[in-house]
């Protein structure tokens, strides 16, 4: 049973943080409201943030009470597991913290990498017409516009994407 209630914890939590970050960078990015793709992760997202936005403000686009859900959500998924696999909780709620806090960020490491996979692949077939293509253009272009001021396209061919995997790849590795 240890394995199979791991598994679950770790997919359903995994999913929603997944969405909470989701959220929050594409409150950062500004990406449209009204794109059906953005419509999903707002519902799914805004009954448990609704309430926490009346305790957490948001800063400028900074939305606190994303953030705070999301650690708030890894803490408790490094808390379920631990307990599972050990039967008890041995760490103290600093540890809890900061393994909540690096387990937001390596989540988040990875959303980009897959954003932007995904974002490259669909560049191949949908020709920019898929609701999603537009939501993964605004999410990635903040951070695909300086690498392209210092590596511009070389006959055609953008390599700021591949740039950015890389640089998210080696942090990934750096922290893990």
């Known amino acids: 049973m ?15 943080i997944m969405a909470v970050i989701l ?4 409150q950062l990015a500004q990406v449209d409201y009204f794109n059906p793709f953005s419509q999903f992760i707002v519902k799914i997202t805004g009954p448990v943030l609704d309430p926490l ?3 957490f403000p948001t800063l400028g686009r900074f939305d606190i009470a994303a953030a705070f859900l999301a650690a708030a959500l890894s803490a408790l998924k490094i808390y379920l ?13 600093m ?3 900061i393994a909540a806090v690096h387990d937001v960020v390596v989540t988040t490491l990875s959303i980009i990498f ?7 692949i669909m560049s191949w077939f949908s020709q920019g017409r898929h609701p999603l293509e537009f939501v993964l253009a ?3 272009e903040p951070m695909l516009a300086p690498i392209r001021r210092i590596i511009p396209p070389i006959g055609g061919l953008d390599l ?11 942090i990934q590795i750096s922290i893990s």
Not at 2 to 16: C, E, K, V
Not at 81 to 93: K, T
Not at 114 to 120: G, T
Not at 162 to 167: F, K, P, Q, T, Y
Request: charged fraction near 10%; proline fraction near 2%; hydrophobic fraction near 60%.
């Open 2 to 16: 240890g394995n199979g209630a791991q598994f679950l914890i770790t997919t359903a939590f995994g999913f929603y």
């Open 81 to 93: 597991i631990v307990r599972l696999q050990v039967g008890g909780f041995p760490y103290g709620v």
């Open 23 to 26: 959220r929050l960078w594409m």
């Open 53 to 55: 936005r009346r305790v």
């Open 160 to 170: 700021s994407v591949l740039v950015l995997i890389l640089i998210v790849r080696f």
């Open 95 to 97: 540890e809890l913290l």
């Open 114 to 120: 897959w954003v932007l996979l995904i974002r490259a």
């Open 138 to 140: 605004q999410l990635t």
